[in-house]
């Protein structure tokens, strides 16, 4: 197959890479700006690519130039070139087949071919960035637990999936007494340091599946799958036991908290089991505090 030399003369002025290949595949013509993308031959231009880091070597058919063949329509693709991971900046290369038809049959495949690396670069740090907007949007900066924002979302998604698997739930709200006293006698920094050091020790009595969200001041809330009502408010009154003997250099009494635990009832959505729960944090401060009491109790 003859290639006009118009075509020629003008694949050879683009900047762009442009391969032209027959029906069967062959490589007809490759114009400088391809050639100088990487080093290749007709015999393995077809070869090396991933769909992305870490991915495995795309086959030969599932290549843009024969997926244009196969299904007779323009393909487009971006593929990484796996012999280049080594370099400081991967190549990333964008390639588009297009089937060229003369009276209904297949006459060749033109291939453009750009390369990409410089802007994928700036996309995946702009996406990296994003991601991390997307944490602190849901993180509270101070324990790094969950925040309140979060929470509706933490809610459905546990409450779905332990109906789903047929599981308890438990649920437990408390907050530290008098918290808004300590910062105001000891200082914001002094408060700080209790919420951290108390988001940690709780994290230390947590089993797996369990989300702890921070959702104001002092308050928490604890999402405990496959724990009954009795066996979480065990776990939750060791955990305020070990705080209560804590030593913390800004304060000058023990810090106690106060809660409430509720289990989930038959089709009680997650909302009404946390205002369950939030009605018994409210008695366990008017009967003294530096308790957690269920519905058992009251």
Not at 7 to 35: D, R, W
Request: hydrophobic share 40%; net charge negative.
């Amino acid at each position: 197959m003859n290639l006009s030399k118009d075509v020629v003369l003008f694949a050879e002025q683009l900047s762009n890479g442009v391969m032209i290949f027959s029906p069967e595949c062959e490589v007809l013509y490759t114009n400088p700006a391809a050639l100088n993308m990487w080093n290749h031959n007709s015999s393995n231009v077809l070869e090396g690519f991933a769909t992305a880091a870490g991915e495995k070597t795309i086959s030969q058919y599932e290549h843009p130039v024969m997926q244009a063949i196969q299904s007779n329509r323009a393909v487009s693709q971006t593929l990484l070139r796996k012999d280049s991971l080594q370099k400081t900046m991967p190549q990333w290369v964008k390639m588009t087949a297009n089937p060229i038809q003369d009276d209904g049959q297949l006459r060749y495949v033109l291939l453009s071919l750009e390369d990409v690396t410089q802007s994928k670069h700036v996309s995946d740090i702009l996406t990296s960035r994003s991601y991390m907007l997307d944490q602190l949007d849901v993180v509270d900066s101070t324990t790094g637990l969950y925040n309140s924002r979060y929470v509706p979302a933490l809610l459905e998604r546990t409450v779905s999936d332990v109906v789903a698997q047929n599981l308890t739930l438990s649920v437990c709200v408390f907050d530290i007494d008098h918290f808004t006293r300590l910062n105001e006698a000891q200082g914001r920094h002094c408060g700080d340091d209790v919420l951290r050091y108390l988001a940690a020790l709780l994290g230390n009595h947590m089993h797996d599946g369990d989300v702890i969200a921070r959702t104001g001041g002092g308050e928490f809330l604890v999402l405990l799958p496959s724990c009954k009502a009795k066996q979480a408010l065990e776990r939750m009154e060791l955990f305020a036991a070990q705080l209560r003997n804590s030593a913390l250099q800004c304060t000058v009494r023990p810090i106690t908290v106060s809660g409430g635990i509720a289990e989930m009832a038959e089709h009680e959505k997650g909302a009404q089991l946390v205002e369950r729960a939030d009605s018994l944090l409210y008695l366990a401060k008017l009967d003294g505090r530096d308790k957690f009491l269920t519905e058992d109790a009251v």
